[in-house]
């Protein structure tokens, strides 16, 4: 049976005390950590850089950190994010004058790398870069704040981005990120998400494993 994995959302967790309600989440079942970096220049919001990646690494955290990279430009800050102990970095193709370069960039930093796909970024972005991606990263909410609304159309683009990776023979983690709910969880893993990013419907809930646990069972008994 094909394991989903959770990716809490550092977005949405407490910042007073941050690596204890990281810590909490990935107990509760969350299998790596989500870290939104913004730059309030690319999107509208501005969040935390390399430090506190390194932070949490002192605090304990050892599971696998995926620096998603709100930021323009973005070759820069990229060694830095590595250095401080992320395993996959991802970033939008809109971020970048060579986005090839910038993945091997990635790679030569010693991180797993990956693209973000905004709803309107259109897929033709990968024609040429599948061989070096480990990660694709959906966006189903337009980057920025946490709390947003799923977009229902994104699920198409879900769908076409799965067909890519199968078509491709490349193993590519697939990932959603925005508005994921226990309620729309099955209908998003239908369309074949290996990685669901959740923040708010986590961290706004008082037990995290009963909410985790419920995504994954909604799943299981809607897909054979």
Do not use: W
């Amino acid at each position: 049976m094909k394991k989903y994995l959770i990716a809490p959302s550092i977005l949405s967790a407490d910042c007073a005390r941050l690596g204890e309600d990281i810590s909490k989440a990935l107990s509760a079942g969350g299998d790596l950590v989500h870290f939104d970096v913004m730059d309030n220049h690319y999107v509208p919001n501005l969040t935390m850089g390399p430090m506190v990646v390194k932070a949490l690494r002192n605090y304990g955290i050892t599971a696998p950190i995926d620096v998603h990279l709100m930021v323009d430009p973005v070759d820069r800050i990229i060694p830095d994010f590595a250095e401080a102990g992320a395993n996959y970095i991802t970033f939008h193709p809109e971020a970048s004058q060579h986005i090839d370069r910038t993945l091997q960039l990635i790679k030569n930093s010693g991180c797993h790398s990956g693209l973000a796909l905004n709803p309107a970024t259109p897929l033709n972005i990968l024609d040429y870069v599948m061989h070096k991606l480990d990660i694709i990263l959906v966006m189903s909410v337009n980057p920025g704040f946490s709390g947003q609304l799923f977009i229902p159309n994104t699920l198409h683009k879900i769908r076409q981005v799965r067909r890519l990776i199968n078509e491709s023979g490349y193993d590519i983690f697939l990932a959603v990120d925005g508005g994921i709910t226990v309620n729309n969880f099955s209908a998003i893993a239908a369309e074949g998400a290996d990685i669901f990013v959740v923040g708010s419907t986590i961290f706004d809930q008082i037990d995290y494993k009963k909410v985790i646990d419920a995504m994954r069972c909604t799943a299981i008994r809607a897909i054979p």
